[in-house]
Structures are given as C-alpha cells and as structure tokens.
C-alpha cells in the first residue's frame, strides 16, 4: 500500500521538543565541532515492525530536508524564547536537514519453512544518526514521532480516534480537581500529530472551562503547538548534555561541569537540573560542593527510579546547604498519569517543594484495541539516545535498576569511577 508519507511528517521544524534547541544553542556554544552518533533502541522485543513501515520510513525520511525555520516562526521564537540568541536563530534560520546522516536498516526475522519468498515481512528496525552534534541533535524527537506514527498507520491498525477529545477532557479536569500544574510532554510517542494537537487544545479548554479549578496547564514541550495554540513552549536540558560532557571533559565532576555550562549559556533562566543520568546519589556529589550554584537552580527533575522517595531526599540535600528548599521546583516526567501525579503532588506540597508535572504519552498515546475489549494497543517503548561524540562512547545510569544505556564496558568504567555497585 502506497501512504502519503508527508502527512506523517512534523508539520514545522519547530514541531518538535524545546529541549533539542536550547541543547543546540548550547552545543553551538560550547562544542561547535564535536561529531556524534545517535542510536535507536526499541525496549520491548516482542513488538516487530513490519517491512511496510519500514519502507513507508525511509521514504518519509527523504522529505525532512523539505522542512525550513519560516520568517514567521523566526519572529516568534525571538519575541518568546528571550533567551535565543540572534547568532543562534540565525543559524537556526539557515539549517536543514540532512537525511544523509540517517541510516535506517530493516532486519527480518528467520524465514518460516512455509514462507514461499523466504523473507519475513516482521522484523526490528536500526537506526543510526551520524554527524556533526550540532546538526544530529535534532533528528531524535521528529523521528520516533514519525516512526510512531507510521507505524499504528501501517503494523497497528487496531485502534481508534472514537472518544479520545472525551478521554483527554476528563483527565484534563482530574489533574485540575488535584491543583496539578502541568505541561503536555507527548511528542516522541505519540500516535500521531492529530492526537498531539487534539490534547494540546482540549486541555487548554478543560482550563478554560473551569477557572475555578487549584490546577493550571503551564504549557506544552512541542514548540510548534505552543505556537499554534498559543502557550508556553516547556524545556529545558536531556541526558545527552551530561552524557556528552562525561565522555569529552570526564567523568569524575561531569554533572557539575555539565551544570556550569549550561548556566553560562543561560544565567537565571532554564536552570532545572535533571538528576539521574549518573544516578542522583552521584548528582548530588557534585551538587552539594557548590552551595551557591545549587542555590541559583530553581529545581530538580526526576525521570527515573522510585518518585516517591525523591523529594524526601531532595530536602535533605537542600537542608544539609542551608537552601530553603520551599522556593524549588520538582518536576516528575518518568511515565506520569492521574495516580501518581496526585499522589506526588500531595507528598510535595506536605514537604514543601513546588510540584510540577511533564506528561507524555499517557496523554498522547493511550488509546485502547478495538478488537480486544480491555486491552490496550500499546504505545512503542523506544528512545533515541546519544551513542558516542567525538568517538567516545556515552553512557546514561539512571535510577532504574539493570537500566543502563551504553557501551557495556564504557559503562562498567563509569561505575566504577562513581562506586556504584556491577549489580545496579
């Protein structure tokens, strides 16, 4: 079958996450000339893509050089993101993508003794970005929001619009009820740009009904769609900055010189760290040496490991600097939904942190199967992670047990560095 793989593109280059322009920004800054390689991993082995999607794909990444930075989205980035420079809009302005830098390779699974062509048409999907930092960092989040796409367009078909305006309403309305602040963090898993651009729009007008309400929509990480809908575009700083500072500067004091940098690119605007890509025991290692800088960051955010404990030792850390800890921030964007954003938010508000909430795909991929009532056609379990730079390998330990990203003996040397035991 033969799709339009332009609708399946991002509508703008600006369709995509906050997070990958002020990282550019800041490479553009600091490591103008650092060459990188992005991979892909698909987490759950029992789900295959089929050769459909993947022709449908690679076709589709033909016509990303298409997508340009308009005089208009200029201008709006300029009046709304201050902290742009022109240096880097100019460039921003200037860049396309390059689908050269992408290598997407399909790999069947064994042929079946009653399979007359000899090939399966299920398989897993490779994916490599190669290039200059600066250019590479945009491909992850418009990639696996197109892939995801494609793929409930052409493998996963078992599913519908039909009562999603309804659902996102009332979640909406929940998390309002609760006096959750909130942003829509969904694009990388989405299902498509159509639910993304329905939840944007149906939770603002949740907010909007009802004024009354203790909670607010504090605005959405697609920057396209805080363009369009009128919002705040949310975002801040990912992994890759500390994996990549690790890896090109060492390890020993990576989240610190990883904070130092970032604050030069931003002084007193952007400033939430997240905690766990060496372990947030590591982070805060580092964090604790300086008390003036841990006092100049507004917050902490969690994205892995148990939520619950985090802001018990948040406060510990904040109390042992003499920092009062009730004029910081905690976000929680690790798989998010109604229960555990209510249930945080109490703990938060009883120790006296500011919660705030990013929500990805419970809001923009939860859609029930059709054909199997009571079972869900899942979202996929993927990420896009920063591999190497400069030819280093870049590792991420996070707060999850047995979940380490790298190379495996890079990440072993990493461990080991920071005392952490082999078995975590």
């Not at 970005?129 to 590479?136: L, V």
């Not at 209510?342 to 120790?351: D, G, H, S």
Request: a negative charge; aromatic letters at 12%; charged letters at 25%.
């Amino acid at each position: 079958m033969v799709h339009d793989t332009k609708r399946v593109l991002p509508r703008s280059i600006l369709d995509t996450d906050l997070y990958k322009f002020t990282m550019q920004q800041a490479v553009q800054r600091h490591f103008p000339d650092v060459e990188a390689v992005y991979r892909f991993t698909h987490r759950d082995q029992n789900v295959h893509f089929t050769r459909e999607c993947y022709d449908t794909f690679v076709e589709a990444l033909g016509h990303f050089r298409e997508l340009a930075l308009t005089e208009e989205e200029s201008q709006w980035l300029t009046k709304t993101c201050p902290y742009f420079t022109s240096t880097y809009l100019n460039y921003l302005q200037a860049f396309r993508f390059n689908p050269s830098q992408v290598q997407i390779t399909f790999h069947p699974k064994p042929a079946s003794p009653g399979d007359p062509t000899g090939l399966n048409e299920l398989g897993k999907i490779e994916i490599e970005a190669t290039g200059p930092w600066i250019e590479t960092i945009l491909w992850e989040v418009p990639l696996m929001a197109t892939l995801s796409e494609i793929y409930f367009l052409t493998a996963d078909k078992d599913w519908s619009y039909d009562g999603q305006e309804e659902k996102a309403y009332d979640k909406a309305i929940k998390l309002l009820e609760s006096g959750c602040t909130f942003s829509e963090f969904g694009t990388r898993r989405r299902r498509s740009y159509k639910i993304q651009d329905l939840v944007v729009e149906t939770l603002l007008k949740a907010a909007k009904d009802h004024p009354d309400l203790k909670g607010s929509v504090s605005g959405t990480s697609n920057v396209h769609l805080a363009m369009k809908h009128n919002i705040a575009p949310v975002g801040t700083i990912a992994h890759e900055w500390f994996m990549a500072v690790g890896a090109l500067r060492g390890y020993e004091h990576a989240n610190g010189d990883a904070l130092d940098l970032w604050e030069s690119v931003y002084p007193d605007i952007l400033l939430l760290a997240l905690t766990d890509t060496f372990s947030t025991e590591v982070f805060y290692k580092d964090f604790v040496l300086d008390k003036e800088r841990a006092g100049r960051w507004k917050g902490l955010r969690q994205d892995s490991g148990d939520p619950y404990v985090y802001a018990p030792r948040a406060r510990e850390i904040f109390e042992s600097l003499g920092i009062d800890y009730r004029k910081k921030s905690i976000i929680y964007s690790d798989s998010v939904n109604l229960e555990k954003a209510v249930t945080l938010a109490k703990q938060c508000r009883e120790i006296g942190f500011n919660p705030l909430f990013g929500i990805g795909t419970w809001l923009t991929n939860d859609f029930p199967s059709v054909s199997r009532p009571g079972e869900k056609s899942k979202a996929l379990n993927m990420v896009i992670k920063l591999a190497a730079v400069n030819g280093k390998h870049c590792v991420k330990i996070s707060d999850e047990l047995m979940k380490n990203t790298g190379d495996p003996d890079t990440v072993k040397h990493v461990k080991k560095i920071f005392d952490i035991p082999e078995q975590i």
